[in-house]
């Protein structure tokens, strides 16, 4: 069972940044593609940006394209997401997860182990 620890959220004004860290308390962390996903009160959960085990394979939805960046350090079992230019859409509780896959997924069905999800705000 793999247990993932978000932290970073808070709240933040419109333009400014944020940078999420996902921490999994498995050793074999290096193993598993890890996503972000974000839900937005009334809505349902949808992906932000997805990392190969190794790092080499990045997927990001379309709206954070050239402000959110996804990265890894597998030897501190931990995923991160950047977030520049935040917009107060990007307000939402995001989420990380672990899937036992070789490629990211981006259909949150496919993810096997999520967090408890960390709190970000954008004020106007």
């Known amino acids: 069972q793999v247990q993932l620890v978000e932290s970073g959220g808070g709240l933040v004004q419109a333009g400014g940044s944020l940078k999420l860290s996902c921490t999994a308390s498995e050793r074999t962390f290096s193993i598993y593609a890890m996503g972000w996903f974000r839900q937005a009160p009334g809505r349902g959960q949808v992906f932000v940006a997805a990392i190969s085990w190794n790092g080499r394979t990045i997927s990001y939805e379309n709206s954070v394209k050239g402000r959110f960046t996804i990265s890894r350090d597998n030897a501190k079992n931990t995923v991160y997401l950047q977030m520049n230019s935040l917009k107060t859409e990007d307000t939402a509780v995001y989420y990380c997860?672990?899937?036992?896959?070789?490629?990211?997924?981006?259909?949150?069905?496919?993810?096997?182990?999520w967090g408890q999800g960390t709190q970000v705000t954008v004020s106007s």
């Open positions: 997860a672990a899937a036992e896959t070789t490629q990211p997924p981006i259909s949150a069905g496919e993810y096997n182990y």
